[in-house]
DNA sequence: TTTTGCCTTACGGTTTTCCGTAAGGAGACT
DNA sequence: AGTCTCCTTACGGAAAACCGTAAGGCAAAA
């Protein structure tokens, strides 16, 4: 069975144009495109209205902030307010994203069907996934296919991401400290954000903090 | 007069896809698309050789590596190579980086013709940069037009980069000053740079050097 | 020539980061 | 129970960054 109804949520045209011809090419007979994670929200909700829910929806995770004002402005924020109102959609991520720890997430928190990452063969990757799930399968490109078996000491964690960013926001460490405390995200005591600077300092090989924030932003990682 | 052959690199295929739908819809009836730089590089030397050359290069900046090992890993490199052989081929970037400092750059550097920024747009964008520069005229995309008017370098000049580069790269202040002294750039002493960081620091309302490198970042000046 | 202003450098003190060591706590397993 | 391991936290010393002040150099202006 494949699917007749998909919603597509990606902001870039180009892009788009490319998921499209997928899509017809699968068979999907009603394809519908949107730029902007609000707009998304508010076709699904129309069709749900309309008792012609759609059956999948394929987002990207970043969306490009512009002159128009969103509510929502990424593709997770999307399907949390989706998976509240109808659990059984169907949702594929289509993302340059490949961390491990993000897909995981995504996985176990919102209950995606399948993550394909965006590159030389994306497009195949993503027919193999809508393929993939229509048979009810959890479709993970390869890239990203052993995120849910957790070897992974290596990964760096949402923790580390927020140590980084308030980083380069500029806070001190003992500022850091107090911030973590203040907002319940354990571990909180300076000594703890000072070991786990170090240890991501020895997984970047980086000379100092100021080393990692800049090594960590080339990643793409802030 | 519109191009006839242009040759496209760009990495991932759903991206080429609407390239190539792009292309036809101007009229261009050969196109060639590429995943590789080495190929792009390799195409352009097989159609210079056989006297058939491409008139138009689309190319984005950033390629993905994989298991194929490249000589050529951005178009930045590719670029630079077919310039020695090709001074008067037509360039486009067509890229998801918006760093003016950046553009600046591979316009006076390299001398390409346009620069389209990949967004909502990208597509419409890019039709338009072919126009353009098929008229001889300089494209680039609004996110990066007053790239090239010098009125947003506040006063920071090769010192202050020179400081922020290796400052970035994990240098010590007394490194730096050492490096400095070896270098022959002046000044060099240590308290010379912690007064010229205090300086920057000021400038972009940094609470530490941190945030500075972090700032700079994101300005795109390093 | 002297003065003035700007830049470079030096120095001392405080704060923050860096790094090793060690104590306390929670959970797993015997 | 006990041991073991992992994680969090605490502490102290060395290094580096941060910050104000002051001295010397140099060149343009008086």
Known sequence: MMFSKVLVAEDMDDINKGIYNTLVNLGVANIHQVQYCDDAYLKFKKALLEQDPYELLITDMSFKSDHRKQQLT?????IKKLRVEAP???VIIYSIEDRLQKVRMLVNQHQINAYVCKGRRGLVELSKAVYAISDNQLYLSPEVKNALNPNNDLEIDEYDIQLLTQLALGLSQDEISNHFTKHNISPSSLSSIEKRLNKLRIQFKANN???LVAIA??????
């Open 209 to 211: 903090a100021i080393h």
């Open 217 to 222: 932003k080339d990643l793409g990682l802030l």
């Open 74 to 78: 990424t593709g997770e924020e999307l």
């Open 88 to 90: 059984h959609l169907k």
